[in-house]
């Protein structure tokens, strides 16, 4: 009995194994198909996070790479965009290469490219209005593209591209001295030595400021800056030591083109470096400013190739340390101040200080080898200094005082480099992404 009574037992269990095994099978393979796909779909996932990471690095070096040798005069990218060139440029990022390198071994064979376009380019305002009569002066759009390919070993291939758009803008920081001039040229106020707009009565004697000490005004064996007092075509011996011939030229322009005085404010006025509006950089204190890429601390030098704006008052200089500064540079700030020796560190280097709602207040008697600009409209734009001082440049103001003639003989000496024999622009890439456009794409 016991016999007979197991047979049904495990014929029961056999069937049901027959009827689990089949759904044992299934399952498993469901789980390997599953596991397969969701390793393909992570490495999918690694593999898009690669192209995204490789791009983005690939398109900010690029960036970077062209910013940089732009700003080097006479570079092919500095040529490139001077010549307002219809044909593309290709931008080398090694950083980039040397990273696909490292890691196409695992994945597959890379490729990149980074061309660049100029896309539009104007010389003159909204109105129409040239900037200056310099053709090569003004604001562009420069597009360049990235475009990173992975080619897989099963013959697969993956594409990422990113364009991107960054303003730029050329502008002069000198330019040569024409007799003949019909236009507005924005670094004309260079071409003198020393400019004052207020003419000698209506010179203010009551600040608390010593003033100026008596000026000589030395002769360059190169070339001679132009000599203006408010308009006066003689200068007062008791205040001037002249070593240099004046020129009577005496020729203002207005952004527009028009013959002004050089007393003129509002749109149509004495509007030096006026005309193309985009600053490189901006920093909203002089604390930003010692803190970024142009400045090194190391050795207390600037490294500027471009115009730039700093906020507030501008401090430049310790007491007896030297400053020193290198490219061809314009600051714009609402007040400077210089309490320390400025030389530049080439012949040819050119730094332009330009206080433009204040002064410029000259705090020490070492040298300062730089150009010193104060006007605005209100006419309140002045140069001063509490003792006798020495600069290597101009001296260009609403109002310079001289009034103080017991403490010593302040010297100026006119830099050749302010009047060149031709204009020496710079060419500044704006690194604010104004559009950008990313695409995925598959081959096959």
């Not at 009569?133 to 992975?150: A, D, F, N, S, Y």
């Not at 013959?155 to 758009?165: C, D, H, M, S």
């Not at 070593?243 to 005085?261: A, R, V």
């Not at 004495?270 to 400013?289: A, I, M, W, Y």
Request: aromatic letters at 12%; charged letters at 25%.
């Amino acid at each position: 009995m016991l016999g007979n009574s197991s047979k049904p037992a495990s014929g029961f269990v056999l069937g049901f194994l027959v009827i689990l095994f089949p759904i044992i099978l299934f399952l498993a393979a469901f789980i390997h198909s599953s596991i397969v796909k969701t390793r393909y779909l992570f490495r999918r996932i690694d593999q898009n996070d690669l192209l995204e990471r490789l791009s983005e690095s690939c398109s900010n070096e690029a960036f970077a790479q062209f910013s940089k040798n732009v700003s080097i005069k006479d570079s092919p990218e500095f040529m490139w965009i001077l010549d307002q060139a219809s044909s593309s440029f290709e931008v080398e990022t090694p950083f980039a290469q040397t990273l696909i390198q490292n890691t196409e071994k695992k994945l597959g064979k890379f490729s990149i490219r980074n061309i660049a376009q100029i896309k539009s380019f104007r010389n003159c305002d909204w109105d129409k209005t040239p900037y200056s009569i310099e053709k090569r002066e003004g604001e562009g759009v420069l597009e360049i593209l990235t475009h990173v390919e992975l080619r897989k070993p099963d013959g697969q291939t993956f594409q990422r591209k990113i364009l991107r758009n960054h303003d730029y803008k050329v502008c002069a920081f000198a330019s040569p001295e024409k007799e003949d001039s019909i236009g507005y040229n924005r670094p004309f106020v260079l071409h003198y030595a020393f400019l004052s707009r207020i003419p000698t009565e209506k010179i203010d004697n009551t600040q608390d400021y010593a003033g100026f000490s008596k000026l000589k005004i030395v002769k360059n064996i190169d070339v001679n800056g132009k000599l203006f007092f408010g308009g006066n075509t003689s200068f007062d011996e008791e205040l001037f030591d002249i070593d240099s011939e004046t020129i009577s030229l005496n020729l203002f322009f207005s952004p527009s083109g028009k013959k002004i005085s050089s007393t003129a404010f509002g749109k149509n006025g004495f509007k030096p470096f006026s005309g193309v509006s985009l600053f490189s950089r901006r920093f909203p204190s002089q604390e930003e400013f010692y803190k970024s890429d142009l400045f090194d601390a190391a050795s207390n030098k600037f490294v500027i190739n471009c115009m730039i704006q700093i906020g507030g008052n501008f401090v430049i200089g310790k007491s007896a340390i030297e400053t020193s500064h290198e490219g061809v540079g314009l600051i714009v700030a609402d007040s400077i101040t210089i309490e320390g020796s400025v030389r530049k560190n080439n012949p040819s280097d050119i730094l332009i200080l330009f206080a433009k709602n204040g002064a410029i207040k000259i705090e020490t008697e070492s040298m300062i080898e730089a150009a010193l600009i104060a006007v605005n409209d209100n006419l309140s734009g002045e140069i001063t200094a509490r003792g006798t001082f020495s600069v290597f440049g101009c001296l260009v103001a609403d109002k310079i005082n001289i009034k103080n003639r017991s403490i010593g003989t302040s010297q100026l000496i006119y830099d050749p480099v302010f009047s060149p024999k031709k204009t020496r622009l710079c060419v500044s890439l704006i690194p604010w992404v104004t559009f950008q456009l990313v695409q995925d794409s598959q081959i096959k």
